[in-house]
């Protein structure tokens, strides 16, 4: 897909013109404070940012201009040289050269320039040599006269993120006043004229188009990031010496702004992940079959006020092995729960800080980020991670996003006498805490889901309310693939609201993270899921993996041995429908080529069969000492009981008649013979 630059100039324009006043102030203060390595810092920062976005934008000019400075202040922070006039000077030179290159794109759609010469001073400049000025003053004196006339025209305006959430704020504030004067005309509708109902109607659909109106004013284009990342990458991807495709389709969404700077950094770091981890070298590659190229693949989808976006890479997949070890190396102290981890519960290591399997740091891998970054990113802006791999095929990466911060879906629950809202991206299920069945184990309680133990908490142990014993509903909340189950008392209703930050005497509560307003103009804190979570993982002292192993009910296996077709069916079907595990065999000889192979509990078989019948059978059996302690049953057509004395002498455990025959019977035979 051919990069489209036309809607991200206008961004980009107005962003380096504050990045260069950040420079000119910047240069200001340290010349009054040479020695100032934070202000030197700043500076980098803001060279930084814009020579990245230049790059982005596929202008050269601009890029290299920048690249320039940025040498000159890294010598400067490395103590090659002292800050002087002339570097001062250079500075506002080169900014202002910045400024005509921006005149250009707006007025020819070009950065086209000569840097020649600056790029010349440049090079002595960041070596610590002597430079003149004089043919730069010259060019400079000429061109600021003329940009400076070009300015007076102001074809568009940028609204600062903080105008916008201050007139978010007075509309939340016009919209409170509109709910109560909507309760207090409900309350008295009789009294009412109905051309006022109607005049108040309208206000209120006016004030929420509106509202949205306002919200929207913040969304950007989630290509913005998408499409200048996969230059980005490719530049990566050279330094790692991999060939790597990218299938990156084009998407129509806008994101809140506050999101798409963040998950800029949140896809960045994944496909640096995927790359230095992920995509093997071509020569091993094409020794596992492969393509010579790897691939990454970003693909988003719109689903109600969220977006799901999948980052994907055919490349050799976590081996979960070298992260149990890695992880024992690690922690120490937690070696036998590691042990017993299966690879999901393995899955919270990746995304702690500083963890890697490679013992030599990369290109990549020597930046000192991990995917303790991501995780972060994805806290800040409410959104759900779930990962996925496979070793040898790749590994994918889903985040759930909402599309704006500003609103907020999510159900409101009462804990005692006070009220929150959980956001809905982290609800997994809600179940009845009367009829489900929980388990308590050393003083803590847990309840079964999908075969897994999931530890269980009352809401008001976690936040100090007062504690009921009215607990309704247990929400069972996810986070990066693990679950917990909350007890509160009661479940009120779902609702989309506008959402406020905390006010200051809350600000310290990290277990919120925002609130919102209820029907009834009441502040509803929401919770903060990842941080309550990541609070109760350090009170769970049992070891799960263990009690499920030891609780689990074990799968048994049954072998049918019988020539009918027809009775082999209804036999599977019961043993299926009590959990066993069934293999068949039309004759002994059958039967007795299963067991070289398969491990059996139990066996059931007819008496009279082709080849080998079940006399036969039997004996061959009881003559193999590794079969010698299987239980048999026979099962007959016909009551003999000569033949019932000759079976059971000869080694099998019961005898059962057809005629007789019931579901209960013979799954109750093999329950005794089994001690279950």
């Not at 009294?191 to 108040?200: F, G, K, N, R, Y």
């Not at 629950?413 to 009220?419: F, H």
């Not at 059996?600 to 019948?613: G, L, Q």
């Not at 057509?637 to 080694?651: C, I, R, W």
């Amino acid at each position: 897909m051919e990069f489209s630059k036309e809607s991200f100039i206008d961004g980009f324009l107005y962003e380096t013109t504050e990045n260069l006043n950040g420079i000119n102030d910047c240069i200001i203060k340290l010349k009054n404070a040479p020695k100032e390595k934070s202000l030197l810092q700043e500076l980098l920062r803001f060279i930084h940012t814009i020579k990245g976005t230049a790059r982005m934008m596929g202008y050269d000019t601009i890029e290299e201009t920048a690249h320039g400075i940025e040498d000159v202040f890294k010598g400067l922070l490395e103590e090659k040289y002292e800050l002087t006039d002339n570097i001062v000077q250079l500075t506002f030179i080169a900014s202002d050269i910045i400024k005509e290159q921006i005149a250009h794109i707006k007025k020819e759609g070009t950065d086209a320039y000569d840097i020649s010469k600056l790029l010349a001073v440049f090079s002595k400049a960041s070596n610590g040599l002597f430079f003149s000025l004089e043919d730069l003053e010259k060019e400079n004196k000429e061109f600021t006269n003329e940009v400076f006339e070009e300015q007076n025209e102001i074809t568009s305006i940028r609204i600062e993120i903080s105008r916008i959430n201050s007139l978010i704020q007075s509309f939340d504030s016009i919209i409170m006043k509109q709910f109560q004067l909507k309760k207090i005309m409900e309350d008295s509708l009789e009294h009412i004229p109905t051309q006022v109902q109607e005049e108040l109607f309208s206000m209120e659909n006016t004030i929420l188009e509106t509202q949205h109106k306002l919200l929207n004013l913040r969304m950007l284009p989630l290509d913005m990031i998408l499409i200048p990342l996969k230059k980005q990458i490719e530049q990566e991807a050279i330094k790692s010496q991999k060939n790597v495709k990218f299938d990156i389709p084009q998407t129509l969404f806008l994101v809140d702004k506050v999101i798409l700077e963040q998950l800029k950094d949140i896809f960045l770091h994944i496909i640096r992940n995927s790359i230095d981890h992920g995509i093997e070298p071509i020569i091993e590659r094409e020794a596992e079959g492969k393509s010579p190229n790897g691939t990454i693949s970003i693909h988003a989808s719109h689903i109600a006020n969220y977006i799901k976006i999948i980052i994907s890479d055919d490349g050799r997949g976590i081996q979960y092995d070298t992260v149990r070890a890695k992880a024992m190396e690690l922690y120490p102290a937690e070696r036998e729960n590691i042990e017993n981890y299966s690879d999901t519960d393995l899955q919270q290591y990746l995304f702690r800080p500083g963890f890697s399997t490679k013992e030599k740091a990369s290109m990549l891998s020597g930046r000192g980020v991990g995917l303790d970054v991501v995780s972060n990113a994805i806290e800040t802006i409410k959104g759900k991670l779930r990962l996925t791999s496979t070793y040898g095929k790749g590994t994918s990466f889903e985040l759930v996003i909402p599309l704006t911060l500003a609103t907020q879906q999510g159900l409101f629950i009462k804990s005692g006498n006070m009220k929150f809202m959980i956001p809905s991206n982290y609800i997994y299920e809600i179940l009845d805490a009367q009829a489900i069945t929980k388990t308590v184990i050393q003083e803590q309680t847990f309840l079964q889901l999908q075969n897994h133990l999931i530890p269980v908490y009352y809401l008001s142990s976690i936040l100090n309310t007062t504690s009921t014993s009215t607990e309704t509903s247990i929400i069972v909340v996810e986070f990066l693939e693990t679950h917990i189950g909350i007890i509160v008392d009661e479940v009120e209703q779902y609702e989309t609201v506008i959402v406020n930050p905390l006010p200051e005497i809350l600000k310290t509560m990290n277990s919120l993270q925002g609130i919102v307003f209820d029907d009834n103009y009441e502040i509803i804190p929401i919770l903060n899921i990842p941080n309550i979570m990541q609070r109760l993982k350090a009170l769970v002292a049992y070891d799960i993996k263990k009690y499920n192993t030891k609780n689990q009910k074990k799968t048994r296996t049954v072998l049918i041995i019988d020539d009918s077709t027809t009775t082999r069916q209804i036999e599977q079907a019961i043993f299926e429908s009590s959990g066993y595990i069934v293999e068949s065999a039309t004759d002994g000889i059958d039967a007795l080529e299963i067991l070289k192979s398969k491990h059996v509990d139990a066996i059931v078989t007819d008496i009279k069969m082709p080849r080998m019948d079940g006399k036969m059978f039997l004996n061959n059996l009881r003559r193999m000492e590794q079969y010698n302690n299987i239980p048999v049953i026979i099962v007959s057509g016909v009551y003999d009981k000569d033949a019932q004395e000759t079976f059971l002498n000869s080694g099998a455990q019961a005898y059962i008649v057809k005629s007789d025959f019931q579901r209960g019977n013979l799954i109750q035979a093999v329950k005794e013979l089994l001690n279950e």
